[in-house]
């Protein structure tokens, strides 16, 4: 009899963990997702998983918290995955600078929680552990392009947090004889993207400006150079991963590199508008400490996993203004509405 596979998500309400949900979902497996208590409830970017019949029955959610340890092994002790893909974190690179220490801890500690639930699982039975690893981690970069051997050489607090998860990975990998892997991502974007990050902020505003809701984009530096990706391709990558005979780390990236300037001509021109009547520079978006140009070669999961990036970021620049122009228009229709009711 084939048994269904289980996988717990830790920050499955985040861009890539839904993603990750949907497509371990459609694979059959029973997927369990790690969410912090909130007063508001935040499940938007998987909602729709519920309310699809086929889906909803093997989605479970369960509180917890990446910084309680003792909590989480004795979630990952009950649940018994097969797989743990660790997603949660404080993400946002600029504001880690303001939040040094709660990042370390999310970042950090919390991998190192998983890892240590999974080891106290491992003498029961195999599980394997997939860990976001960033290439935020090679920060200041030492060579071009960044492949798995790269030296790491992070530039912010949550550039240091994933080195520090990426290590003990690696460690409890070698000492522990657990089937622990990293993914090395290149920035990956999305419709479903947080709106304070660089590209989502570009589509949100192009579609207000397009629709007449707002007048100015205000961001940091435009010359920063990044490698991205969906995030829609990328979780696949994970999966692959997890499915190889031995753990290894990868680096998963399109090979190619365009500056946030790129990224505003593309979305501006295709709602055919000049992105320079509107975008203003404003310093407080500037990092203390600036990651130049990342670029990945991706070379090993071309090779091991049968895995490459299929969107490139002409078709990824649609995807999301698609989607955030329509938002727009929604925001634009209901102003209307309120200020004329019976219109």
């Given amino acids: 009899m084939h048994m269904t596979k289980s996988a717990l998500i830790t920050g499955i309400t985040g861009q890539d963990g839904s993603y990750l949900a949907e497509f371990l979902l459609d694979k059959g497996y029973t997927v369990h997702g790690l969410v912090r208590r909130c007063s508001s409830f935040s499940t938007g970017r998987i909602d729709h998983l519920y309310q699809d019949p086929h889906r909803k029955p093997n989605l479970l959610l ?75 981690m090679y920060g200041d970069v030492l060579e071009i392009p960044q492949r798995e051997t790269t030296p790491f050489n992070p530039q912010s607090p949550y550039a240091c947090a994933k080195v520090y998860a990426f290590h003990q990975t690696v460690n409890y990998r070698r000492g522990y004889n657990l089937f622990a892997a990293n993914g090395i991502l290149f920035n990956h974007e999305s419709e479903r993207r947080g709106e304070t990050f660089v590209t989502r902020k570009i589509t949100r505003a192009a579609g207000r400006i397009k629709m007449g809701l707002q007048k100015k984009l205000y961001l940091g530096n435009l010359d920063a150079k990044r490698d991205w990706g969906y995030a829609r391709d990328y979780v696949d990558a994970m999966w692959r991963i997890l499915q190889q005979d031995e753990p290894d780390d990868f680096v998963i990236a399109t090979g190619k590199t365009q500056s946030v300037r790129d990224f505003l001509a593309l979305v501006f021109g295709y709602l055919e508008l000049n992105w320079e009547d509107y975008v203003e520079i404003d310093p407080r978006y500037f990092r203390p400490a600036e990651v130049d140009l990342l670029l990945g070669d991706c070379g090993k999961a071309k090779e091991k996993l049968g895995w490459t990036a299929t969107t490139d970021l002409n078709q990824l620049a649609k995807i999301m203004v698609d989607h955030d122009l329509d938002l727009a228009q929604r925001e634009a229709h209901a102003q209307s509405f309120l200020a004329n009711p019976r219109g």
């Fill in 62 to 136: 369960h509180y917890g918290d990446l910084t309680d340890g003792q909590a989480l092994t004795n979630l990952v002790l009950e649940l018994q995955p097969d797989e743990i893909y660790n997603l949660g974190a404080q993400s946002h690179v600029r504001v880690s600078y303001d939040q040094p220490v709660y990042t370390l801890q999310t970042v950090g500690v919390g991998a190192l929680n998983v890892l240590e639930a999974a080891r106290l699982l491992n003498k029961q039975k195999q599980v394997k552990v997939y860990q976001a690893s960033s290439s935020e």
